[in-house]
């Protein structure tokens, strides 16, 4: 197991960075969180001043949430009511919880009961209410059904604390003692696998997801915790890695929500009535909208016309994302949050916006997530409004053809499909990214695939296999005499793709010299040949792929930032296969078939054992791994049973070496990476999440050198 090492001074700098800068930031990731709930939610301070609140207590107020902000709680209830509340707000705040009834001032001027609870102190002097409206609740009772904001949705609580880089935890607050019933002398300093229940192996795994979010700025996540009284519940788990200015992780910050009205008592999701149904749009694009919160900063001109607002509008802030969507496809666009806060991206959805004349329009849209805190968007839309059945049926069976190379049938594969099939209509660059061996370039050609560019060119070039000297020539091409050998004129890969398609995979390995001309290329839509003077037009749709740290190579100074925000107009995250085990059935049949049909042979069943060591092991190469262990399998096949050489991948292996010094196992790990990645060193430090100077002084106070290899 490998952990972030740090010497004794730097743990006592990180804890005080932590307890100071790193609560702000959780605070910020909180108000990620919070916005945009369906369930009317408030987060004030101790002065009654109101610092945050949900899309649904906006609703419930008539207010926006510029104008919730800032506002004191007073200014909100009913003249009448006001007197009351000091003393109601003094018993609260030495209770830390309470529940009543509030006499809103609404925006007709009608009052309003409202029930509330008030949970104290989920931040320091950060108190959340959860409203909700009384007439709604007694309408249910007198019904006899249950309102969406009923039992433990009604219930809200959220869970904030902070871990230090071993992934102890380094602060506790009150909304976490509420839902773990810990306090916080018991739990401080304790890893955070001690609020989880499952197997022996749970801290290599809550390390590995501490890993991903340090390598991919925040982490998603769902499972089983553990109660004090033993009782354990389901829960949703954001983490984000919390960096100080130079770059340098010094924690991290983790928000945990008990599982409410999506899930049920065993985790499992439920299925929603009345909630969208997710399908495949096979309209062209309507447009692209972005935004920080609720609030819509930038929109096409296409989309403005969609919903019926001018540019003079959206100038004027009156366009929110609330306010066009209409009142039942809130909870879809909740769920498709927590998504996109999970995954960085939501599986496309069906919902319908307003107007600002009125009228309605169904839309298919994906949101991806640019940043979790401030929290920041953007959407891309299909208008819906003159699609029929008919043609959805046949578009849906082309794109199943166009994507007939990517095998798997979960939850994470289909969210990759769908954020293929959503962007491929249009010319937005993509930015793939993903672990080696997922898959990225098969994504690459299915866009293609799918797209109105698809009878014309599909270029690649893997920036890692061209010499840096080099790597100018093959991307702009040079004229005769440019250089040294120049003996004629070449073309590049940029006109090669012309009215087609350019994927560039290991974009993260273009050198920093060559970046500028790359991004002029992108922004301006010509370029110059190497040694030439004539200015080139281009018309190229940009596909670009990675699996290294973009962010990271940032702050290094590695990369530049405008051309990774170039770069990442529509991000697609390919999921490593540890993710989604339950794809490793369908693809260990299909590579099967695939290579007992090129080598001859007929293998017609795979064993029980083989196919149950290969759904347990991790596959740290991915699909790539899989693929070549299955081809591997058929060469020794004879007969028609598949002959898997298990032993490679027989879990003892990595366990034989568990009960050696800490010396002896970082090594093993080091050397099983190394191997993996083929003994590059760069690609090996992206993957343990080390600096590439690190890895070389600890492979020689290691004694590792290229002969193990």
């Given at each position: 197991m490998v952990k972030f090492m740090q010497s004794a001074a730097a743990r006592q700098s990180s804890d005080s960075w932590l307890l100071d800068s790193g609560l702000k930031q959780l605070e910020l990731l909180f108000g990620s969180i919070l916005y945009y709930p369906s369930a009317p939610l408030l987060l004030t301070g101790n002065d009654r001043n109101c610092l945050d609140a949900s899309s649904g207590a906006c609703k419930l107020l008539g207010l926006s949430r510029d104008k919730i902000i800032g506002r004191r709680l007073d200014d909100l209830i009913e003249p009448g009511s006001r007197p009351e509340m000091d003393k109601l707000w003094r018993d609260f705040l030495e209770r830390g919880e309470q529940e009543g009834t509030l006499r809103l001032a609404a925006a007709d001027g009608r009052p309003r009961d409202v029930e509330y609870i008030a949970k104290g102190s989920v931040l320091p002097a950060r108190h959340l209410l959860v409203l909700r409206a009384k007439t709604r609740k007694k309408a249910a009772e007198g019904s006899?059904?249950?309102?969406?904001?009923?039992?433990?949705?009604?219930?809200?609580?959220?869970?904030?604390?902070?871990?230090?880089?071993?992934?102890?935890?380094?602060?506790?607050?009150?909304?976490?003692?509420?839902?773990?019933?810990?306090?916080?002398?018991?739990?401080?300093?304790?890893?955070?696998?001690?609020?989880?229940?499952?197997?022996?192996?749970?801290?290599?795994?809550?390390?590995?997801?501490?890993k991903r979010a340090f390598l991919e700025g925040h982490f998603g996540s769902e499972g089983w915790h553990q109660k004090k009284d033993g009782s354990r519940f389901w829960a949703d788990v954001l983490t984000t890695a919390l960096k100080d200015r130079n770059g340098e992780l010094r924690g991290f910050a983790r928000v945990v929500r008990a599982a409410g009205k999506g899930h049920r008592a065993d985790g499992k999701p439920l299925r929603i009535a009345?909630?969208?149904?997710?399908?495949?749009?096979g309209s062209t694009i309507a447009g692209i909208v972005s935004g920080e919160f609720d609030r819509v900063t930038e929109a096409s001109d296409s989309f403005l016309a969609m919903v019926g607002y001018t540019r003079e509008d959206l100038a004027a802030g009156q366009l929110s994302w609330v306010d066009i969507t209409a009142p039942e496809s809130l909870?879809?666009?909740?769920?498709?949050?927590?998504?996109?806060?999970?995954?960085?991206?939501?599986?496309?959805?069906?919902?319908?916006?307003?107007?600002?004349?009125?009228?309605?329009?169904?839309?298919?849209?994906?949101?991806?997530?640019?940043?979790?805190?401030?929290?920041?968007?953007?959407?891309?839309?299909?208008?819906?409004?003159?699609?029929?059945?008919?043609?959805?049926?046949?578009?849906?069976?082309?794109?199943?053809?166009?994507?007939?190379?990517?095998?798997?049938?979960?939850?994470?594969?289909?969210?990759?499909?769908?954020?293929?099939?959503?962007?491929?209509?249009?010319?937005?660059?993509?930015?793939?990214?993903?672990?080696?061996?997922?898959?990225?370039?098969?994504?690459?050609?299915?866009?293609?695939?799918?797209?109105?560019?698809?009878?014309?060119?599909?270029?690649?070039?893997?920036?890692?296999?061209?010499p840096t000297g080099l790597l100018e020539s093959e991307l702009f091409g040079y004229e005769r005499g440019a250089f040294t050998g120049a003996l004629t004129q070449k073309i590049g890969r940029f006109e090669m793709a012309?009215?087609?398609?350019?994927?560039?995979?290991?974009?993260?390995?273009?050198?920093?010299?060559?970046?500028?001309?790359?991004?002029?290329?992108?922004?301006?839509?010509?370029?110059?040949?190497?040694?030439?003077?004539?200015?080139?037009?281009?018309?190229?749709?940009?596909?670009?792929?990675?699996?290294?740290?973009?962010?990271?190579?940032?702050?290094?100074?590695?990369?530049?930032?405008?051309?990774?925000?170039?770069?990442?107009?529509?991000?697609?995250?390919?999921s490593p296969l540890r993710d989604h085990p339950e794809d490793i059935p369908?693809?260990?049949?299909?590579?099967?078939?695939?290579?007992?049909?090129?080598?001859?042979?007929?293998?017609?069943?795979?064993?029980?054992?083989?196919?149950?060591?290969?759904?347990?092991?991790?596959?740290?190469?991915?699909?790539?791994?899989?693929?070549?262990?299955?081809?591997?399998?058929?060469?020794?096949?004879?007969?028609?049973?598949?002959?898997?050489?298990?032993?490679?991948?027989?879990?003892?292996?990595?366990?034989?070496?568990?009960?050696?010094?800490?010396?002896?196992?970082?090594?093993?790990?080091?050397?099983?990476?190394?191997?993996?990645?083929?003994?590059?060193?760069?690609?090996?430090?992206?993957?343990?999440?080390?600096?590439?100077?690190?890895?070389?002084?600890?492979?020689?106070?290691?004694?590792?050198?290229?002969?193990?290899?």
């Open positions: 006899g059904e249950t309102g969406g904001d009923q039992g433990p949705q009604w219930e809200k609580d959220y869970g904030l604390f902070l871990l230090d880089v071993e992934g102890c935890i380094a602060a506790w607050y009150s909304g976490a003692e509420r839902i773990y019933g810990y306090k916080d002398e018991a739990v401080i300093g304790q890893h955070v696998s001690y609020l989880h229940t499952g197997k022996d192996d749970l801290p290599v795994k809550l390390d590995a997801e501490l009345g909630s969208p149904k997710q399908r495949v749009a909870a879809a666009d909740e769920r498709a949050h927590e998504e996109g806060l999970r995954y960085g991206a939501c599986t496309p959805f069906e919902k319908e916006f307003i107007r600002k004349d009125g009228a309605r329009v169904p839309v298919l849209v994906t949101r991806a997530v640019l940043n979790v805190s401030p929290f920041r968007w953007i959407t891309f839309v299909q208008d819906l409004t003159e699609r029929s059945e008919t043609e959805t049926v046949a578009e849906e069976a082309g794109v199943e053809r166009k994507c007939e190379e990517i095998v798997g049938n979960s939850a994470a594969l289909r969210r990759v499909l769908g954020l293929m099939e959503t962007v491929a209509p249009t010319d937005a660059t993509v930015l793939i990214l993903g672990e080696t061996g997922t898959g990225k370039e098969l994504v690459a050609r299915a866009i293609h695939r799918m797209s109105p560019r698809q009878s014309r060119p599909f270029v690649t070039l893997n920036c890692a296999a061209i012309h009215k087609g398609t350019l994927f560039l995979d290991e974009v993260g390995d273009i050198p920093l010299d060559l970046q500028p001309k790359l991004l002029r290329a992108l922004q301006e839509k010509e370029f110059e040949r190497l040694g030439g003077t004539r200015t080139i037009p281009i018309d190229v749709r940009l596909l670009a792929a990675t699996n290294r740290n973009l962010t990271q190579m940032m702050g290094d100074k590695l990369f530049r930032s405008d051309l990774y925000y170039r770069l990442k107009v529509f991000p697609i995250t390919t369908l693809l260990a049949r299909h590579f099967t078939q695939k290579y007992a049909a090129q080598m001859g042979k007929r293998i017609e069943t795979i064993p029980t054992s083989a196919m149950q060591a290969m759904t347990g092991w991790s596959w740290p190469g991915n699909v790539r791994e899989l693929e070549n262990f299955i081809e591997r399998s058929v060469i020794l096949s004879p007969g028609l049973s598949l002959c898997a050489p298990l032993a490679e991948i027989r879990e003892n292996q990595a366990e034989a070496v568990s009960g050696g010094t800490l010396e002896e196992v970082e090594r093993e790990y080091i050397l099983r990476v190394l191997r993996e990645t083929g003994g590059v060193v760069s690609e090996t430090a992206n993957r343990l999440g080390l600096p590439r100077t690190t890895l070389n002084a600890m492979m020689r106070k290691l004694g590792i050198s290229r002969k193990e290899l």
